[in-house]
C-alpha cells in the first residue's frame, strides 16, 4: 500500500526564517511525487512534479528535492504570503495506483510578520 | 473564468436525502477525480474517470456514486447521506502528467 506522510503538522516561522518541510513516502516504485499549496478554503494549487532522485525545481522562494525515500520542499526567507497547507502526493509505477495519486495530510505553514 | 467549476459551493442537507454534486471543466483533460477532505485526514480518493466509459473506484466510494455526463462534466452523487459524509468535497482534471487541478470545493454538511 503507498503511503505518504508529512512533517511537521504545523510550522510557525518569522518572515525570513527559511526552513523545510518534510514528506516520507513508501511505494513499490515511484512514478511522480507532487507539491501543491492549499489556502483555507480554497482547492489545492500544483506547484512541482519530481520524477527521479537528485531532482529539484524551484519557484520563487520554494525549492523542492527528491532522494529515494523522501522529498523536502525548503522555503527560503518566507513572507506572510507563503502561509498556507502544503500538500505532498505520490503516483506509484504500479498498474493499479498509476492513475491516481495519493496524498500525505499536510503540513500547515504560518509565517508571522 | 475558473477552468473547474464546482457547483453548489455551500450545502446543508438532512439525513437520508439525496444530493448531487457537479463538477465542470474547460481545461479539455479526459481525467477527473473526486476527492473528500476531512481535517488531519488530507484528501481521500473517491472515485475517478478517464473518459465517459470509464469509472473507477477509489480508496472510500462506499456510499457514494458518480455519473461521467460528457467529457467536461464528472458528478458525485449521495445516494443517502449521512453526518459522516459531512466534508469538504473538490473535484480535480488531470492532464497527461497526471498533475492535478482542483476546483474550488464544495462545503457539505449532513444534519
Known amino acids: 500500500e503507498d503511503q505518504v506522510t508529512q512533517s511537521p503538522e504545523a510550522l510557525r516561522l518569522q518572515e525570513g526564517e527559511s526552513s523545510s518541510l518534510n514528506c516520507s513516502y513508501t511505494v513499490s516504485g515511484l512514478r511522480g511525487l507532487f507539491w501543491y499549496r492549499q489556502d483555507p478554503g480554497k482547492g489545492p494549487e500544483f506547484l512541482f512534479t519530481?520524477?527521479?532522485a537528485g531532482e529539484e525545481k524551484e519557484k520563487e522562494r520554494l525549492k523542492a528535492t527528491l532522494t529515494k525515500k523522501e522529498s523536502f520542499l525548503h522555503i527560503t526567507a518566507p513572507k506572510p504570503e507563503d502561509s498556507a497547507t502544503y500538500l505532498c502526493a505520490v503516483q506509484a509505477i504500479s498498474s493499479g495506483s498509476a492513475r491516481q495519486l495519493t496524498f500525505g495530510s499536510g503540513t500547515q505553514l504560518t509565517v508571522l510578520p | 473564468d475558473a477552468d473547474v467549476t464546482q457547483t453548489p459551493r455551500n450545502r446543508i442537507t438532512k439525513t437520508g436525502k439525496r444530493i448531487m454534486l457537479e463538477c465542470s471543466q474547460t481545461k479539455g483533460h479526459d481525467r477527473m477525480y473526486w476527492y473528500r477532505q476531512d481535517p488531519g485526514l488530507g484528501l481521500r480518493l473517491i472515485y475517478y474517470?478517464?473518459?465517459?466509459?470509464?469509472?473507477n473506484k477509489g480508496e472510500i466510494s462506499d456510499g457514494y456514486s458518480v455519473s461521467r455526463q460528457a467529457q467536461a462534466k464528472f458528478s458525485l452523487s449521495l445516494e443517502s447521506a449521512i453526518p459522516n459524509q459531512t466534508a469538504l468535497y473538490f473535484c480535480?482534471?488531470?492532464?497527461?502528467?497526471?498533475?492535478?487541478?482542483f476546483g474550488p470545493g464544495t462545503r457539505l454538511t449532513v444534519t
Open positions: 480535480a482534471t488531470a492532464d497527461y502528467r497526471y498533475e492535478q487541478y
Open positions: 519530481l520524477y527521479s
Open positions: 474517470s478517464f473518459d465517459v466509459k470509464d469509472i
